[in-house]
């Protein structure tokens, strides 16, 4: 590896195409993304084939894009990293293809990165250099596809510690904008019209774990989002199991459903996090993934952290939802620590962030005690 330690990193895992250059981990010297969202908006939702037959036009355009606003030549590069797990395999298969190719072309070490683990790594890059990482952490990934916590001693060991019980919180505000007729993709729309509405309005049902008397609640709590989606659906139509959803320009008070229901998904996600930090040991929660860009989010999570005594940490919004500096960003670390892969690397529809935390965990433990034969 040259002194210069340029990634560039590719990530196609879902909607979005996109292609950096980080230097040694830190210095995003280019991020280019490409969203195919105009695509898939008359459809709801991400619609796989459209997607990955997107991102094959794509691909190679946004790859020099990010080269030549990084004033990099491929020669310059150090590693190729790319997003390999979870997402559509289709559109996994995309990029990974072409970084293999980047990467056997030009002799370069080729880095497959896991996208959560990646989006995790989004809350150390604009860390401040002077404090060393924010690890170790919780580390909170609420996206379209994810609403998960994570305890993340460095880059490269996290560790699966809760997740949702059936949807992702992202995915909740994206029904919930179909509900009131405000297209896809739905969080950021949903979040405009709450600005304008009453959050105490209607009390939406916060998910909390039900326990019998005499039983400990869980440790850590899970999440759930599919109550309050009904809930929202019920408010609408009324109790009426077969009355007609109301067309969305006949819905009164959308701004006040659309910033009550805002609420309860913010207050869903900011007590269990901080409670599971806090039984966890851990100081600092970092929140990435598309849904950290919501503004209530940050605020509710900011104070509650600092009244526990708490840091909660934020990446820029452009680096909360998919992008490839976070990957190039994780790269580098995965090269660092002699976990570069093979060029028959495959794409897998799951993640392995789990499976990774535990070998470590396993390796630190026969480190401490080592058994008498050696
Ligand atoms: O991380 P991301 O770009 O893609 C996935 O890996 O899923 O996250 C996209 C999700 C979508 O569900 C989108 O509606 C949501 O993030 N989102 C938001 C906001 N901006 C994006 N949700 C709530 N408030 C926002 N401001
Ligand atoms: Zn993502």
Redesign the pocket.
């Given at each position: 590896m040259s002194q210069r330690g340029w990634v560039l990193g590719i990530e196609s895992?879902?909607?979005?195409t996109a292609a950096a250059v980080v230097a040694r981990g830190r210095e995003i010297r280019s991020s280019i993304v490409e969203s195919q969202a105009p695509l898939h908006a008359p459809f709801g939702g991400v619609v796989p084939e459209v997607a990955g037959r997107s991102h094959l036009r794509a691909i190679l355009p946004v790859v020099e894009r990010a080269l030549e606003q990084a004033g990099a030549r491929l020669e310059d590069l150090d590693a190729i990293a790319v997003t390999s797990r979870p997402?559509l395999i289709g559109s996994l298969l995309v990029g990974l293809s072409a970084a293999k190719a980047l990467a056997w072309s030009r002799g370069l070490p080729l880095v497959c990165a896991d996208?959560i683990e990646a989006?995790i790594y989004s809350g150390a890059m604009e860390y401040p250099a002077e404090r060393a990482g924010p690890w170790p952490c919780a580390a909170l990934v609420?996206?379209?596809?994810?609403t998960s916590l994570y305890q993340a001693r460095s880059p490269t060991e996290v560790e699966l510690v809760a997740s949702t019980l059936d949807d992702?919180?992202?995915?909740a505000?994206?029904k919930v904008?179909h509900l009131l007729g405000l297209g896809?993709?739905?969080?950021?729309?949903?979040?405009?019209l709450a600005d304008k509405g009453d959050p105490a309005r209607i009390e939406f049902p916060r998910y909390r774990p039900r326990t019998r008397p005499g039983e400990l609640p869980p440790r850590i709590a899970p999440f759930s989002f599919s109550g309050l989606k009904t809930s929202v659906l019920y408010h609408l139509r009324g109790q009426d199991a077969l009355a007609p959803t109301p067309a969305p320009s006949a819905i009164e008070g959308a701004a006040d459903v659309a910033a009550s229901f805002?609420e309860a998904?913010v207050d869903a996600l900011v007590g269990p996090t901080l409670e599971a930090a806090r039984s966890l040991g851990l100081e600092r929660v970092l929140v990435?993934?598309?849904?950290?860009?919501?503004?209530?989010?940050r605020e509710k999570m900011g104070a509650a952290a600092r009244a526990a005594g708490m840091e909660a940490w934020f990446p820029s919004?452009a680096y909360?939802?998919?992008n490839a500096a976070m990957v190039a960003g994780l790269g580098w670390h995965l090269l660092e620590a002699g976990l570069a892969s093979e060029l028959d690397a495959d794409a897998s529809p799951r993640s392995e962030a789990r499976q990774r935390a535990a070998g470590a965990r396993a390796h630190a433990a026969a480190a401490r005690n080592p058994s008498p034969q050696g």
């Open positions: 895992s879902c909607d979005e997402g996208h989006h609420v996206s379209g596809g994810h992702a919180a992202g995915e505000f994206d904008a896809y993709p739905g969080g950021p729309a949903v979040a405009r805002q998904v990435v993934g598309g849904v950290a860009c919501n503004r209530r989010l919004p909360c939802t998919d």
